[in-house]
């Protein structure tokens, strides 16, 4: 007997194939005490999720941008079509967090009480109840309330191992400042865009020695439209500024713990107003001798490019934790 007729003659061809086995996104929250308010976050769970309910999985948390928020990544950056994608491919099939992050440079703030950044929250209309925490330790929020809940809730592997963090622009400053301050918690980090050489003041196009800005006036005026916020997260003076620069961040773990340093992802586009700060922060790192995988692509600071290049950070995580 022929496949054909096995398959029931020539009119089984004409079936249309099956829908590709796709993920699926869920929204949560909880109560977070490091903020002292509930936050609501989005999870990715992939596609054998349902169907091997003795699976466990690694787990990469996915920061959103400046005036963003936890729904941006599914919405705008197209993240659960690329995971699913890979997933289709072969590749290790993560679960992803995208948390509500604030306008908040995921740190802990340099001004404790935020009624300012309540004020400034003009662009989102996020309710007070949501936007305005009254203990505003950001960092803390993600690497250790956001991750025990999600180790709590979810079938995860619950260990540094098989956790990284991700992120663009403000959210890949987040990412890699993650990785580097909680090196027990992440061992792995990418950046799309970031922020990654805050007080870069020159030169550009930019070669080493890098010039920093001597003082905040001078900050000021680098980010001007983007001020708002930098302040209050990062501080009113350089020298709360340099305490979270990811390359001060580095050598410091690279000197008191350099077994954990987290493995590094950054890329950024050609045309991105980011592109000298990235630049800097690879010298830094090759000064120190902490390697990381860098890439430049064509575009700029757009979610066109982050949809496009997302697929790569997602791949690039899931080779180093979901192993």
Same mark, same amino acid.
């Given at each position: ?49 349902? /169907? @091997?309910?003795? *699976?466990?999985?690694?787990?990469? !948390?996915?920061?959103?941008? +400046?005036?963003? $928020?936890?729904? %941006? ?89 098989? /956790? @990284?963090?991700? *992120?663009?622009?403000?959210?890949? !400053?987040?990412?890699?400042? +993650?990785?580097? $301050?909680?090196? %027990? ?139």
């Amino acid at each position: 007997m022929t496949l054909a007729a096995l398959c029931g003659g020539p009119a089984a061809s004409a079936q249309p194939a099956p829908n590709p086995p796709r993920g699926r996104v869920v929204t949560d929250s909880f109560w977070s005490p490091a903020l002292g308010t509930r936050k609501h976050f989005l999870v990715y769970l992939p596609p054998s999720y349902d /169907r @091997a309910p003795a *699976g466990r999985y690694p787990v990469a !948390y996915y920061l959103h941008g +400046l005036w963003g $928020r936890e729904t %941006d990544w599914a919405r705008l950056g197209a993240l659960p079509a690329a995971a699913d994608s890979l997933a289709r491919a072969g590749r290790p099939e993560l679960i992803v967090v995208m948390p509500d992050g604030d306008d908040s440079w995921y740190t802990t703030w340099n001004a404790l009480g935020n009624a300012d950044a309540c004020r400034a929250d003009t662009t989102r209309r996020e309710p007070a109840a949501t936007y305005c925490v009254p203990w505003p330790h950001y960092d803390e929020y993600v690497a250790r309330d956001l991750v025990a809940r999600v180790d709590s809730a979810y079938r995860t592997r619950a260990d540094r191992a098989h /956790r @990284a963090v991700g *992120g663009l622009s403000m959210g890949g !400053y987040g990412a890699v400042s +993650l990785a580097l $301050r909680y090196p %027990d918690v992440f061992a792995a980090a990418a950046s799309h865009s970031g922020v990654l050489a805050p007080l870069l003041a020159g030169p550009r196009p930019f070669a080493p020695p890098a010039r920093w800005a001597p003082t905040v006036d001078s900050l000021r005026a680098l980010y001007r439209g983007y001020w708002t916020t930098l302040p209050l997260a990062m501080g009113r003076d350089t020298a709360a500024w340099w305490a979270r620069d990811p390359g001060r961040l580095a050598a410091r773990l690279r000197q008191q713990r350099p077994r954990d340093l987290p493995a590094l992802f950054v890329d950024v586009g050609t045309e991105d107003v980011l592109l000298e700060q990235n630049r800097a922060f690879r010298a830094t790192l090759g000064a120190l001798g902490v390697p990381v995988d860098y890439a430049e692509w064509p575009g700029a600071h757009t979610w066109a490019y982050w949809r496009t290049h997302v697929g790569e950070s997602l791949a690039w995580l899931g080779a180093r934790v979901g192993r």
